[in-house]
Structures are given as C-alpha cells and as structure tokens.
C-alpha cells in the first residue's frame, strides 16, 4: 500500500531463532501498529507505538518486542520465535487517533 | 478483547445482488469502522462512522449504526465480482488515553458471476 511498507513479505525461520520484522512509512503519521492475523481469531493487536521512542503492549505481546527510534519504522522483534508465532504480520499507521488506519501489505511468517 | 463479531461468517451471492453484513460490539464506542481485505493482501479501510451517526454512505457503500442495539451494518449495492473478499468491522477500544481498533473476526463475501 502507498506509503507504507513492510520487509520481509515472506520469511521462514527455525524455532528459537530471533526475527524482526521492519515496516516503514513515508506518511510522517504519529501512531503505528503491529497486529497478526490467524484463522479463528481475526486480527490481535501486538504492540502500537504513539510517537518516537513511545510503545505500548497490546492484547498478544507477549514474546514479542518492539523498537521506534525514527518516526518512519516500527520494528518488530521475535525474541526467540516459536511455532505459535506463525502467522501474517501486519502494520498499520494512523495520523491521529480516532482515524482509518492505512495497513501494509504484510509479512508471512512460518516458524518450524 | 475482541468487541465487533460480524455474521454472517460467509456469504455467497449472484453478481448484480446486494450484500448486507452485520457488526454485533459489546462497549460503548466513539467510532466503528469497516475495512475490505482482499486474498493476500492488507486491509483497506472503506467508511468510518461515529457513536453520533446513523448511517453514512460512500459510493455503493452504506454503512448504519444503532449505538442502542451495539450494531452495525454494511450494505453493498448492485455487487460486482470485484467485491469479493473479506470485510471487517473494527471499534475503538480507549486503554489508558490510547486509542486502538478492535476488530472481529469477518465475513467473507463471495460474489459469483
């Protein structure tokens, strides 16, 4: 999607191993959010940031971190990845709160 | 927490018809959204409607909400087969001065040619 992008798109990594994900955005949006998507659960909120440096847990961070040191990216960080983290990873940007949220195309994570 | 649950689950309807899903939430909301997502890819937002609206509309979108029941509803009118794909209602969710979106689970809409 315009304006926000997300590296890897695909990644497939051993279990144990640690894994970051990048997304970056070109909108100079304050907020940004990490959610995965699995099948009977929808979309599940990991970690979202409200500035630089500024992150909050979600309702699954657990196992997860994150790091903002620029507006433009919000990494997310697998400490040591294991088969229940399999999933798409998704970001999303707001320029307010209250807003649409714009969502990048996602990142396809298998941990075997 | 998972506020909005859509139903149906699926829908599947012939081209030319209208599809209507429905958004069930548990709290009080300041805004309730509904996003497309297309088979591998990301969610697209389509039409945000707030606690003190009823109803709103974008192009063949229609969108209501009866902040009494906790409900809301997406009409798509005169559907094409483009319109397949999975739709998302999404509240807002305030924990400790932040805002994030809630969303439920989905429906996916199928529309045959």
């Known amino acids: 999607d315009a304006g926000i992008t997300q590296s890897p798109r695909h990644k497939v990594t051993e279990t144990g191993t640690p894994v970051t994900l990048r997304c970056h955005q070109t909108e100079n949006h304050r907020y940004m959010y990490w959610y995965r998507q699995d099948p009977g659960h929808g979309l599940r909120l990991i970690h979202y940031s409200y500035g630089v440096k500024d992150t909050d847990k979600g309702e699954v961070s657990d196992g997860y971190s994150v790091s903002r040191s620029k507006t433009e990216d919000f990494l997310l960080t697998l400490e040591s990845a294991t088969s229940s983290q399999t999933s798409v990873y998704f970001c999303?940007?707001?320029?307010?709160?209250?807003?649409?949220?714009?969502f990048g195309s996602g990142t396809r994570l298998t941990v075997v | 927490s998972q506020q909005g649950e859509e139903d149906p689950q699926a829908l599947s309807i012939q081209e030319g018809e209208n599809a209507t899903m429905n958004c069930s939430y548990k709290t009080s909301i300041n805004n309730l959204q509904w996003y497309r997502q297309n088979s591998g890819r990301g969610l697209v937002h389509l039409i945000l409607?707030?606690?003190?609206?009823r109803e709103k509309h974008s192009g063949r979108l229609r969108v209501t909400l009866d902040t009494s029941k906790k409900s809301s509803s997406l009409l798509i009118t005169a559907s094409r087969a483009a319109d397949t794909a999975s739709y998302f209602c999404?509240?807002?969710?305030?924990?400790?001065?932040?805002?994030?979106?809630?969303f439920g689970q989905g429906t996916r809409l199928t529309i045959n040619p």
């Open positions: 999303a940007i707001s320029e307010y709160q209250g807003d649409g949220y714009t």
């Open positions: 409607i707030r606690s003190n609206e």
């Open positions: 999404a509240t807002d969710e305030w924990v400790g001065g932040a805002q994030k979106l809630v």
